[in-house]
Structures are given as structure tokens and as C-alpha cells.
């Protein structure tokens, strides 16, 4: 198939920008594997660069394409709205020169921008959201960062695409609750690369005589990096690595990276504490590898991809029961739950792992088994290609409507 990818704010052949998160490597990885089983893949991004080039040929089968909606530079992810119609023009008049076979596109942003080109088109489109927005709000409240508007933006999204993959189970039900309809709804969890992300293999130095925690968050506070600073003091001979946010270059002018090291330092644990600010796709797995235990803290998380990448390394998990977490992480046998915003509990059940070298190893042993044999990168991708077969197959057995009528399965 021909497929196109929309993904508004992450660039998958970058290392990621601030912003990008879980939602960059996963693009990045479905892109990869889709490209290698032999379809055509274009990820279609927005331009955060002046230099860079409109078209890159990234990997085998995959290319990038770069369009101007707003001014080519980084923004922070919620302030793209504006920008969305200028994203949707430059996607509806590169599509009608040469149609892509199927649509797919990540966060409500790029369902937005790729629902109003493909309307006029007749191109099926189908819609991973990477987090819900009412079910942000929930569990964030007000650190949930989303604009006005952006349920309602859901909402149209979900009901209008012909086809919606949920990473996780709990998702599905949202979605539904969204006003999904059920046929339409396909529960893909994220894949992980278990020959890139594997417990063989170099692994990043670690002090000797210290145990190591390694984090890979952003550090904003709904990511939970505060929690494990403060669990650290109760933790002596450890210490945490946290990579993610900007590049290290940049790290002293953020606002959240300065934030938690003055937490650190009002925490007796400033030695202790090491920010990386973005790394590379390529040393990740020697990071993780590096790791006693892999902790994922947040206060909500869609995806799991980052305990996914742990159990693949062989590293035990300590992770907030939140999201895809729970349904990836399986509690005291590839690692442990604690609840978000806990550091008491976050540090009593480190402690506990950390004093048990054994049972690190069986979780680990376990966690490998796990993704290889749940959530491999290969079987993740035929999955999804699976679903842009029914899509397209489910899309022309609706007739066209008429131009400039509302598609007959919009109607009431």
C-alpha cells in the first residue's frame, strides 16, 4: 500500500523535539517496520527548521515530508492549532496531485488536519490519538496543558474516521464514550524493536558502588520526575539519570529541567541527579541497559512504550498504574505498581527491588518474554497494516457523497 503517515509535531527521522515524546518513536517505529515489509510510507510533519529539507528519503520505504504551517521552528505542541488549516492545505493539494491508498493520522492535531484534506478526496482515513483528551483532564486536572476545544475536536475526529486504533484496552472504552462506534475501533498496543532494544549489548557506565535509576520523561511535573527526586533521599547509593526534554545544550535555559534540579538541590540529592535533555534514538538501548531499574512515573500515560523498551532490554519496571502502564507492566512479575504522586510508596517499593538483585533479574528475564512475545515491533505493524485493509475496504463500500455534502456516516 501506499500510506501516509500525519504526524503534526514529531518528526520521526529526528531524535525529537521537546514535545515529541513516546509519540515520535512510535510513528518512527510503525514507519520503519511498515516500510520494511514493503509498502510505501511518506510521515508528512510540519517544518520546525528554515534549512530543513521539504522531502528526505529517510529509511528504506519511507520518506519524510516537511510542510510549512507556521513559522519553521519548534513550538511547543499545544499552541499548533492555529497553524492546522495552513497544515491541511498543504496535505489536500499534495494528495490530489498523487493519493495515498489510506490516511493515518496521530493526535487529535494531525485528525484534524488530515480529516478536512482527505473529506474532498475520498481517501480513508484512520486515527491513532496517543491520549484522549477528557481522559487527560481527569487524571491531570489543571496541569493538563490541552487547549479550548480540543474534546470537541476529538470527538468530530473519532466519529468521522473510518477506522480508530487504541493502543490499550481502557482506551476502546473511551472511545466509545467519545461517540466511536464500535466496528470502527481496533485495540493495536504499541510495538517495540526486541532486536534494536535487547538485554545483550553495551550498556552506559554506571559509578561504581551505585545503583541506578534511569528515567526517560520530559520534566514537566505530570511526568512524575519530582516524585522520583523525592523519592530519592530515601534511597542512599542510588542515582537517577533522567533523559528527555530539550537537548542538553539547552537544558539550563528550561524552565522544568532548572526546576527539578533545584528540587534535587532542596533535597540533599543534587549529586545524585544527572539530566541528559534529549538522547539520541541510538543510544537508548545502552541507557536502558545501564539501568537497575527502569522507573516510569507518570501521572498518566497512553502508550507504555518506554516500559515496553525496559522489558525488551531485561530491565524490572516500576510504574505508576495509570493508562497503557497497566495493561503492559504486569505487576510482581516484570516489575512493580505504585500509585502516581506517591513518592513514599514510589521509595519503599525501589528500595525493595533494589535490595533484591534476584528478583530484579526474574522480573527482567520476564519482562523480555513479555514484549517479545506480546509486543514485537513486526507483529505491531501488521496489525495496523491490517487495519488500513479494512479501512479502505469498509471506505469504498460507502458511496461518495455528493461535493460538498457531509459524508452519509456523519449524517443522523
Keep these: 500500500m501506499h500510506i501516509a503517515i500525519v504526524s503534526e509535531h514529531a518528526d520521526p527521522s529526528t531524535a525529537g523535539s521537546v514535545d515529541a515524546g513516546d509519540q515520535n518513536a512510535h510513528v518512527a517505529g510503525l514507519a520503519v517496520e511498515l516500510g520494511r515489509a514493503g509498502h510505501a510510507v511518506t510521515v508528512w510533519t510540519r517544518r520546525t527548521a528554515p534549512d530543513t529539507p521539504a522531502t528526505s528519503r529517510w529509511v528504506e520505504g519511507v520518506t519524510v515530508r516537511r510542510l510549512w504551517a507556521g513559522p519553521a521552528e519548534t513550538l511547543p505542541r499545544d499552541q499548533l492549532v492555529q497553524h492546522l488549516p495552513q497544515l491541511a492545505d498543504g496535505l489536500r493539494r499534495a494528495w490530489s496531485a498523487d493519493p495515498p491508498d489510506v490516511v493515518h493520522s496521530h493526535f487529535w492535531m494531525s485528525g484534524l488536519a488530515a480529516l478536512a484534506a482527505v473529506r474532498p ?9 496517543h491520549g484522549l483528551g477528557h481522559v487527560e483532564r481527569r487524571h491531570l486536572g489543571s496541569a493538563d496543558p490541552s487547549p479550548r476545544g480540543r474534546v470537541a475536536a476529538e470527538r468530530a475526529v473519532a466519529r468521522a474516521a473510518d477506522r480508530v486504533v487504541a493502543t490499550y484496552a481502557d482506551e476502546a472504552t473511551e472511545l466509545m ?4 462506534r464500535h466496528p470502527t475501533i481496533a485495540v493495536v498496543p504499541c510495538g517495540v524493536d526486541t532486536d534494536m532494544f535487547h538485554p545483550v549489548g553495551s550498556a552506559a557506565l554506571v559509578a561504581d558502588g551505585r545503583h541506578r535509576l534511569v528515567v526517560v520523561r520530559r520534566s514537566v511535573c505530570r511526568e512524575g520526575v519530582d516524585e522520583v527526586v523525592d523519592a530519592l533521599r530515601r534511597l542512599p547509593g542510588t542515582e537517577l539519570v533522567v533523559a528527555g526534554g530539550p537537548p542538553a545544550a539547552d537544558l539550563a535555559e528550561d524552565p522544568d529541567a ?10 540533599g540529592v543534587a549529586g545524585r541527579v544527572r539530566l541528559l535533555g534529549a538522547v539520541d534514538p541510538a ?11 527502569v522507573v516510569c512515573p507518570p501521572w498518566f500515560e497512553p502508550s507504555g512504550l518506554m516500559a515496553l523498551r525496559a522489558m525488551a532490554s531485561g530491565r524490572p519496571v516500576v510504574a505508576t498504574e495509570v493508562g497503557g502502564l497497566a495493561e503492559t507492566v504486569v505487576d510482581g512479575l516484570t516489575g512493580l505498581f505504585v500509585p502516581p504522586r506517591r513518592p513514599d510508596v514510589l521509595a519503599t517499593s525501589l528500595r525493595r527491588l533494589l535490595a533484591a538483585p534476584a528478583l530484579r533479574q526474574a522480573f527482567g528475564v520476564a519482562g523480555r518474554a513479555r514484549a517479545e512475545s506480546c509486543y514485537d515491533a513486526v507483529r505491531a505493524a501488521a496489525d ?4 488500513y485493509s479494512d479501512a479502505v475496504s469498509a471506505h469504498h463500500r460507502i458511496p461518495a457523497p455528493p461535493r460538498g455534502a457531509a459524508p452519509a456516516r456523519l449524517r443522523r
Design 121 to 129: 478526496l475520498g481517501i480513508p482515513l484512520v486515527q491513532t490519538f
Design 258 to 267: 532548572r526546576r527539578v534540579l533545584v528540587r534535587a538541590e532542596r533535597a
Design 283 to 293: 543510544d537508548m538501548p545502552a541507557l536502558l541497559r545501564s539501568a537497575d531499574i
Design 177 to 180: 464514550r467519545l461517540g466511536a
Design 384 to 387: 495496523v497494516a491490517a487495519v
